[in-house]
């Protein structure tokens, strides 16, 4: 990581916190620093999360009447805390690699003065880049890095709006609970997962929690990311043949797994996995038919008509001009709302008011998109309000399965893959 000596630092605070005086007093703009994967591996589920951060600002900035109703920033005109002041997206590419996501980060802070910082998907890079803004004093929002050990580096300008690994690790353990109660094998458990920051840190809560609560965890296979030949683990998997496995993946491995177990015509009892490449559209257009019962979590259903759920997901199939929300898109617009939010209570632009508006947050669950019971953060940033559902993948679409209170259809089980 580059190194910022403290002189720098302290020059560069003092610099970005006059031209936020400035912007403030102006009473245009407020920039928002938005970091995607737009490029790589993971480039669809970024250019899909930059998507629904758009939308939402286009609520902000231009209103929508039903959405008025519910929550205060969608009445148009800018953030009315900031005397009507447009919020302004400044967008960049992360590449996927932590190297681009620090360089930008300290681009967006220090050349183009943002007032707040939104990213960026993948955890690892969401661990620089957060850093840099930590040394600048610059608030940042994750919606959806979900490594547990973001929010336990003492940081106190990091925030993050989405349930983390061991939450996710807990619904997974109570569904098998269940489904051995049911009469499922699930005697032995695999957690396939790639080697970055993200796929290390969610094995292990998962792994970690599983032991602790008597699931029988016999393989953990790790492989590297943007691999292009998995098939020694998958040949792994066969000899073994696990009943349950459990993926943890990015896109371009969430495809190449699938189709390797289907040429070696090996799969589960029950195929889990933990959303992200495996919940991404690009994935779900290409491999959906041929994953037929393959579980995943998700933070999103579309909701009762006339919920915020329902209206930010037909207003986001009218700017795709296709697809609706799913969890990765649904997680960004909604750490994207609390972002602005506590931008329109603090009333400036100033770095610490908007950090002392984050920490006051206290969102209701009839004010989320995402499937959360509401944010609000604790001492470390961390939303204690997540929650997620599983979802099953029927005919090449995701349902809601788990838990009951949330499920629109039953679970079927065994897995079919490529086989109904």
């Known amino acids: 990581m580059v190194e910022l000596s403290r002189r720098a630092v302290t020059i560069g605070a003092a610099s ?6 400035r912007n403030a007093a102006a009473e245009e703009v407020v920039k928002i620093g938005v970091l995607y994967p737009l490029s790589g591996n993971a480039a669809s589920a970024g250019n899909y999360a930059k998507m ?5 600002a286009d609520i902000v900035n231009k209103g929508d009447p039903e959405l008025a109703k519910l929550m205060p920033v969608a009445k148009g005109g800018g953030l009315a805390g900031l005397k009507g002041a447009k919020v302004e997206l400044v967008v960049a590419d992360n590449q996927g690699t932590p190297a681009a996501g620090q360089n930008q980060t300290l ?11 939104l990213g960026c998907y993948q955890s690892g890079i969401t661990q620089t880049a957060s850093a840099v803004a930590e040394k600048y004093g ?9 490594a547990a050990d973001l929010t336990d580096r003492g940081f106190k300008w990091f925030f993050r709006t989405t349930p983390i690994a061991t939450n996710f690790a807990k619904a997974y353990s109570d569904f098998l609970e269940e489904q051995k109660a049911a009469g499922r094998k699930v005697g032995s458990i695999a957690i396939v997962y790639e080697n970055t920051e993200y796929g290390k840190s969610t094995s292990t809560a998962i792994a970690d929690l599983f032991v602790k609560e008597g699931r029988n965890v016999t393989m953990k296979v790790s492989y590297s990311a943007n691999s292009t030949d998995v098939q020694p683990q998958v040949l792994q998997l066969k000899e073994k043949n696990p009943d349950v496995v459990i993926f943890v993946s990015y896109t371009s491995d969430a495809i190449l797994y699938t189709k390797t177990m289907k040429s070696l015509n ?52 009218k700017k795709s001009g296709g697809g609706g929300l799913e969890d990765g ?8 709302l609390a972002l602005v939010d506590a931008l329109n209570r603090a009333g400036s632009t100033d770095p610490a008011k908007i950090q002392a508006a984050l920490k006051a947050t206290d969102m209701k669950a009839d004010q989320m998109v995402a499937g959360y019971n509401g ?7 961390q939303n204690t309000l997540g929650s997620s559902l599983l979802i099953q993948m029927r005919n090449g679409e995701y349902v809601p399965v788990w838990p009951k209170v949330k499920a629109t259809a039953d679970v079927v089980l ?4 490529w086989t109904k």
Do not use: H
Request: charged fraction near 20%.
């Open 414 to 417: 065994p897995y079919k893959g």
């Open 16 to 21: 970005a916190a006059f031209a936020f005086a």
């Open 107 to 117: 681009r967006l802070i220090t050349q183009e003065k943002v007032v707040a910082m």
């Open 138 to 146: 610059i608030p940042f929002l994750t919606p959806e890095s979900t």
């Open 266 to 317: 090996w799969k589960p009892e029950i195929m889990m996995a933990d959303a992200a490449g495996f919940n991404d559209p690009a994935y779900v257009k290409s491999m959906g038919p041929e994953a037929e019962g393959l579980i995943s979590r998700s933070a999103f259903a579309p909701g009762k008509p006339g919920s915020i759920a329902a209206i930010c997901d037909a207003l986001y199939r």
């Open 52 to 56: 629904a951060v758009e939308l939402g």
């Open 375 to 381: 944010v609000k953060f604790d001492d470390k940033g």
């Open 329 to 336: 898109s649904a997680r960004a617009l909604q750490g994207f």
